[in-house]
Each structure stands twice: as structure tokens, then as C-alpha cells.
């Protein structure tokens, strides 16, 4: 089964400095996912890394992929207040791509 | 991109009740569909697969009896909470998958369930 594991829970961060949020997870995963969620909300898709060595970039974000590691990282570059949000990785499995869900982060950035 | 709709998208109502959420693909057909549970300040929890025409699969620890899914056609599931209590209050959210082996699950935008 997979377990999906998210560090740290809650990040407060300055506006215009660098952080990096970590996806641990427990077994192979054939893909992994980063989504958004504003409050009341419901999900934003951010990326899908299919390989290890995987890397995507959207404007301040940037998300890897070390499938050896079983690690996922989503760096956040010079923050900005708009990037404030909770941030959920999650790692599909098997062929009825079921999603598990990582613990969530919510970052705050402050002005 | 592809667009899934839930509606309501917030109810309240009785405890006893019965309570009907649909979930629609409104571009794509959708053969597998997923609902979810959150509570607040929770991450999502899967509850079932919704497969078209053929019986939901259950997560371990998700009463059957209680969220009764259907997935009539390619486009529209349904959850059905069924003698809602207060401990079913929570926001609840499905996905859907574009065709077969699809590698991207596009999420509804939620309905907030409040049981009195």
C-alpha cells in the first residue's frame, strides 16, 4: 500500500525567499502529482512528473522527481502573498489509477 | 482543458436525510470517476472508484450501504449519502479520468455537505 508522506506541514515564509516542500513516499509509484488548493476549494493540477530525474517549472515553481530516493521535491522560488495556498502531492499506483494523497503543507507567505 | 462539474456545491440539511451529489464530465466522457472525502485542515481521502456501468469499488472502512455510487453513463456519477449524520458533514470532491489508462484525473470543484 502506498503511503504518501509530506514535510513540513505548515510553512510561513517571507515574500521573496526560496523554500523547498518534500514528498516522501513508501513504494514505487508510477507517477507522482502536485496539485494546489485554495481555502474552500478544490484542487489545482501544478504537475505530473513521469520519470525519475522528471523536472517541471511554472513561473516561481518547480517540481522534481528521484524515483530512487521515492522522493518529490516542489521548490519555491522568491515567493510572492499569491503563492500562498496548501500544497498536496500524490502518487498514483496500479492500473486503477488511484491517487493517495500526501499530508498537505499550507504555506503562508507574508508580505 | 477538461471541466468537471459538481452540483450542489453546498448543502445543507437534516440529520436523516438522504443527500444526492452529482458529478459530470461536461467535455469528455469519463469511464472511471472518483469521489473523496476531506475534512477540514485534512488531506483527501479516497472513498470509492466509480467505474460506468458496473458496481463502485469501496475503499477499506467506506460503509457501501451508506455512500451508495452510481455511474449511470460515460458522463454523470452520482454519491447518494444516505441518513446523513453530523459526522458526515465534510466537503467532498470527485474526479474524473479522460478515457481509458488516462493520466490525468481532473477534480469537480467540491460540495460542502453541513448535516445538522
Known amino acids: 500500500e502506498l503511503k504518501v508522506e509530506q514535510n513540513p506541514l505548515f510553512l510561513s515564509m517571507q515574500e521573496g525567499k526560496n523554500y523547498t516542500i518534500y514528498c516522501n513516499y513508501s513504494?514505487?509509484?508510477?507517477?507522482l502529482y502536485w496539485y494546489r488548493q485554495d481555502p474552500g476549494k478544490s484542487l489545482e493540477s501544478l504537475f505530473v512528473?513521469?520519470?525519475?530525474?522528471a523536472v517541471k517549472q511554472e513561473g516561481r515553481l518547480m517540481a522534481s522527481l528521484d524515483t530512487k530516493a521515492r522522493l518529490s521535491t516542489l521548490h519555491i522560488t522568491a515567493a510572492v502573498h499569491d503563492l500562498s495556498a496548501t500544497y498536496f502531492c500524490a502518487g498514483l499506483t496500479g492500473t486503477a489509477s488511484k491517487l493517495t494523497f500526501g499530508t498537505g503543507t499550507r504555506l503562508q507567505v507574508t508580505l | 482543458g477538461a471541466v468537471v462539474s459538481q452540483h450542489p456545491s453546498r448543502v445543507i440539511c437534516k440529520s436523516g436525510t438522504s443527500v444526492k451529489i452529482e458529478c459530470r464530465s461536461l467535455?469528455?466522457?469519463?469511464?472511471?470517476m472518483f469521489w473523496y472525502r476531506q475534512f477540514p485542515k485534512q488531506s483527501l481521502m479516497l472513498m470509492a472508484t466509480s467505474n460506468e456501468g458496473s458496481k463502485a469499488t469501496y475503499e477499506q472502512g467506506v460503509e457501501k450501504d451508506k455512500f451508495l455510487i452510481n455511474h449511470a453513463s460515460l458522463t454523470l456519477s452520482t454519491l447518494t449519502v444516505t441518513s446523513a449524520h453530523p459526522e458526515d458533514s465534510s466537503f467532498y470532491i470527485c474526479?474524473?479520468?479522460?478515457?481509458?489508462?488516462?493520466?490525468?484525473?481532473?477534480f469537480g470543484p467540491g460540495t460542502r455537505l453541513l448535516v445538522l
Open positions: 467535455d469528455f466522457q469519463a469511464t472511471t
Open positions: 512528473l513521469l520519470s525519475n530525474g
Open positions: 513504494t514505487t509509484s508510477d507517477r
Open positions: 474526479s474524473a479520468i479522460a478515457g481509458a489508462g488516462g493520466e490525468t484525473q481532473y
